[in-house]
T-cell receptor, first 114, second 111 residues
Framework: DADVTQTPRNRITKTGKRIMLECSQTKGHDRMYWYRQDPGLGLRLIYYSFDVKDINKGEISDGYSVSRQAQAKFSLSLESAIPNQTALYFC?????????????FGAGSRLTVL | QKEVEQNSGPLSVPEGAIASLNCTYSDRVSQSFFWYRQYSGKSPELIMSIYSNGDKEDGRFTAQLNKASQYVSLLIRDSQPSDSATYLCAVESGGSYIPTFGRGTSLIVHP
């Protein structure tokens, strides 16, 4: 089983719909992240969480919200999806101490908003 | 605004050659530097990390860091077609634990 699991892997939805992308991890890491990847734009940080009670905005948080339900679960929501949110979304985790800034990524969730 | 710059490529090299991938960064207090490899349709995976000036070697991969010039590079020796992927440079400023990613360089190794 994957260390970082994202669901769904693929989703097609319509403008205005609410969408939730879920992430769970078995690595025991405290830190979790949501990134968005668009062709030619690299990875951009949406939100991150360093523990269950900690939520922080990244560089492109507008139009998104997150929930850290437990140490192992971090979900990303699009309250009212729009076409320019079509992208590949990655969840990532990292530990503390020496490995604090090394990210382990999930397989990705490809979202298409029509 | 912290910036990490990479040439988008594609960089095309013949099998067996040395591939040289470059990355510059804007934040002088950056402490940690990473190279991730991403195959098409897959997630990024860490291949190298480097924290101090100089070279760090791991098998066919060598990471080079020059903090004075704000420059980090990745050399791939004896390039193989299986090395064909996008290589993402990531830079983390001291204490933030949040890496900033470059846009990636596409590498094509042709037989």
């Amino acid at each position: 089983d994957a260390d970082v699991t994202q669901t769904p892997r693929n989703r097609i939805t319509k403008t205005g719909k609410r969408i939730m992308l879920e992430c769970s991890q078995t690595k025991g890491h405290d830190r979790m992240y949501w990134y968005r990847q668009d062709p030619g734009l690299g990875l951009r940080l949406i939100y991150y969480s360093f523990d269950v009670k900690d939520i922080n905005k990244g560089e492109i948080s507008d139009g998104y919200s997150v929930s850290r339900q437990a140490q192992a679960k971090f979900s990303l929501s699009l309250e009212s999806a729009i076409p320019n949110q079509t992208a590949l979304y990655f969840c990532a985790t990292s530990g503390t101490g020496a490995g604090a800034n090394v990210l382990t990524f999930g397989a990705g969730s490809r979202l298409t908003v029509l | 605004q912290k910036e990490v710059e990479q040439n988008s490529g594609p960089l095309s090299v013949p099998e067996g050659a040395i591939a040289s991938l470059n990355c510059t960064y804007s934040d002088r207090v950056s402490q940690s530097f990473f190279w991730y490899r991403q195959y098409s349709g897959k997630s990024p995976e860490l291949i190298m990390s480097i924290y101090s000036n100089g070279d760090k070697e791991d098998g066919r991969f060598t990471a080079q860091l020059n903090k004075a010039s704000q420059y980090v590079s990745l050399l791939i020796r004896d390039s193989q077609p299986s090395d064909s992927a996008t290589y993402l440079c990531a830079v983390e400023s001291g204490g933030s634990y949040i890496p900033t990613f470059g846009r990636g360089t596409s590498l094509i190794v042709h037989p």
